[in-house]
């Protein structure tokens, strides 16, 4: 089962790691935070009180037997940045802005959060590297996924072959439309591939982010590839999406750590 709960904190797995890695993207069960950000909002610009975000963070490492001090996050900012994380990150510095995060140290705990953009988890068994990327529509513009994996090949000598990538809850191309500008740069960016990534319904057009990212992963040759299928506007119950609640929402967290 892909779901799975401890403490009344309920995470979704992807069946497509190893056991050689830690990996939970955390719905918004079990938390302390109130409506709108009810209940394990993690973000903390959403206008949430700081004290109940830590709180929900310390919960999040708890649930999966992981240091809280042993976290390294970015600050998001829909680019193609890339930090590369030696270490934990003191959370009295400041993070630095990027969208896609690595390493290949066991003493760091991954985190990044979400409320309708893809998450992207990546772990290559034989160069011992985990990572996650942050991929909204811009993002997926300028892409990041594809960054992302130049990123683990210059690096740390990742063979694309090797690499292993889920992609997880985020908003469905059911529940995305977009407008005019959008639909003209995703059909310049993926050309003859524009037509798996946007749909026309009743005369609106609606742009599949799991297609576009997977797209860009499999021309940089990643072969092993899950989409979790979840979208977070059709199962408010499970996700925070600030696109079905008009941005009165939370952020949920995935986190990745070498086991
Ligand atoms: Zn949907």
């Known amino acids: 089962m892909?779901?799975?709960?401890t403490n009344g904190l309920r995470y979704y797995s992807f069946d497509i790691f190893s056991k050689a890695v830690k990996q939970a993207v955390f719905t918004r069960h079990g938390g302390v935070s109130p409506t709108p950000w009810h209940s394990l909002n993690l973000g903390g610009s959403v206008g949430d009180d700081p004290a109940r975000v830590a709180q929900n963070r310390l919960r999040v490492f708890n649930a999966l037997g992981s240091d809280p001090a042993s976290i390294h996050d970015v600050w998001l900012v829909h680019g193609t940045d890339i930090v590369y994380a030696d270490a934990p990150r003191p959370l009295e510095q400041p993070s630095a802005k990027a969208d896609i995060l690595f390493t290949d140290n066991p003493a760091v705990s991954l985190y990044m959060r979400f409320g309708d953009c893809v998450p992207i988890l990546f772990h290559d068994p034989k160069k011992?590297?985990?990572?996650?990327?942050?991929?909204?529509?811009?993002?997926?513009?300028?892409?990041?996924?594809?960054?992302?994996v130049d990123g683990m090949r210059s690096r740390y000598g990742c063979k694309p072959e090797d690499i292993v990538a889920g992609i997880g809850p985020s908003i469905g191309v059911d529940h995305y439309e977009v407008g005019a500008d959008v639909i003209t740069q995703f059909q310049e960016k993926y050309s003859e591939d524009a037509d798996q990534i946007l749909q026309t319904r009743n005369g609106s057009t609606y742009l599949d982010l799991w297609t576009a990212n997977a797209i860009q992963l499999q021309k940089a040759g990643v072969e092993q590839i899950q989409v979790s299928s979840l979208c977070t506007a059709c199962n408010l119950g499970d996700w925070f999406s600030h696109r079905a609640e008009q941005g009165k929402t939370g952020r949920f967290g995935a986190i990745m750590a070498i086991a």
């Open 2 to 5: 892909p779901f799975q709960e």
């Open 128 to 148: 011992k590297v985990i990572g996650i990327a942050h991929a909204g529509w811009l993002g997926t513009l300028r892409g990041v996924a594809q960054a992302a």
